[in-house]
RNA sequence: GGAGAGGUGGCAGAGUGGUCUAUCGUACCUGACUCGAAAUCAGGCGUGCCCGCAAGGGUACCGUGGGUUCGAAUCCCACCCUCUCCGCCA
């Protein structure tokens, strides 16, 4: 959520985002319903003030006398009137909430202009992307592939999307997990295993409620729902507390399941582990001071880029346009690894400085210990890594023309062996 | 799942219909005393929202949401959470 006080007080600022991130949206309406419930809120806190001046005279009075019982008569009227405006108020809160929370993060001024993803900046590609492509072929091709990824026997006790992973596939996705939890602790952030069934208020906190995009599963009869992404606990750690001013920046990073429905993506890319109902994650997290988390967000990518150029993995690193950044984002730059089978760009990361706005909504703030007043924290978050995509490269860049899959240097401590093996 | 107790400010803990603008304590901040500190004394000390250039004013918040009443921390209803005991369970 944005700050209301910005929008008031500099509705040409809000107005630019807007258009920067195209989106189509009536900004006078917005602030009319802030007017309207404002004149609102004041015409009733008259009312109340009333109230509560009646309420000491009577306290003086006998009770019972006539001066009391008049007393009663008239402020009978008051009561009445306060009660039927409070309701008019109410609805105009809920209006007034609802028309605050479409108005979208204001980009960062580096952000460059665009409206698709062709108008992202590349910023920096690491590795020989013709060396690895020789003998590739999409993952999903490789002899034996489904002996280690069961998708068919996924589908029969699940679903589509859920596969089971065997042998040296399983022992993959454990090694991957655990590098990149060993990865993140070695670079400061603290390891948290978090619950991945959170409550309705955790995930409206994130904006993930109301499911406009059909994203979660949701349980019965709890109304629990399965986490997306470990950015939905972890970022309700602090939900409605105010944190050590000196404890900035808390770092953290999670292993976890994400569940995502992904309705309405059915066609899109979803052959092989690129897009899944269930996938292992690790997410990095940062609260930090306002003033540092410029600073912070580079420090964040570069702890994401250090774990693909472990793995000898070729990225690159686009910095997101206008238009394609997502609505909460202030700045957000992608990680995509080269998938050598299908020759295309994977996103595995996506490293974002949130600013204050989900901190504004979640309620996340520190004292500031000059002036004494508690602030919004700023809050940043990026995968590090996502599993599967990164799993897909790694099968295709580096088969061997024996049908084998070598395993990258760093990774073999966790792998346990040098070779992944279909057989 | 069953029975009982409870949820009040950073912590602790009073308040059972009307000066509650929430007592007292403690922690914390400032000042006095002191060479300095402790102790003591005096003062200050929650959060949100609205109005205001500001000084300041107004209003809300006692787990959450409803209700009763001229008036609710206090009474009624529903829900959530915590603790104790019993049952079940890896």
Redesign the pocket.
Known sequence: ML???LL?ESPDTVRAAIAKKHLDLDLDAVLAI??A???Q??E???L?????????E???LR?GSPE?LA??????A???E??AREEGL?GLEEKWQQAMLTLPNIPHATVPAGRTPEDNQICATQGDVAAVSALAVPHWEIPGFERLFDFARGAKVTGAGFPFYVGDGARLVRALVQFFLHEGVAAGYTEVNPPILV?AASATAVGQLPDKEGMMYETTP?HLYAVPTAETPLTNFFRDE?VDEASLPVCRCAYTPCFRREAGSYGKDVRGLNRLHQFDKVELLKWVHPSQSYAELEKLRLDAERLLQKLELPYHVLLMCGGDMGFAQAKKDDLEVWAAGPKRWLEVSSCSNFEAFQARRA?I?F?NTAT????LVHTLNGSGLAVPRVLAALLENNLQADGRVKIPAALVPYFGKEYLSFQ
Do not use: C, H, Y
């Not at 007393?71 to 009978?76: D, G, P, R």
């Not at 004494?372 to 602030?375: A, C, F, L, S």
């Open positions: 700050d209301p006080r008031r802030d007017t419930w404002r004149t809120l004041a009733v806190e008259q109340r003030s009333k109230q509560k001046a009646a309420n000491n009577m306290v003086a009770k009391f007393k009663v008569q008239e402020m009978k008051v009561s009445a306060v009660k109410k409550n709890d105010i309620q703030r004292r004494g007043k508690p602030e």
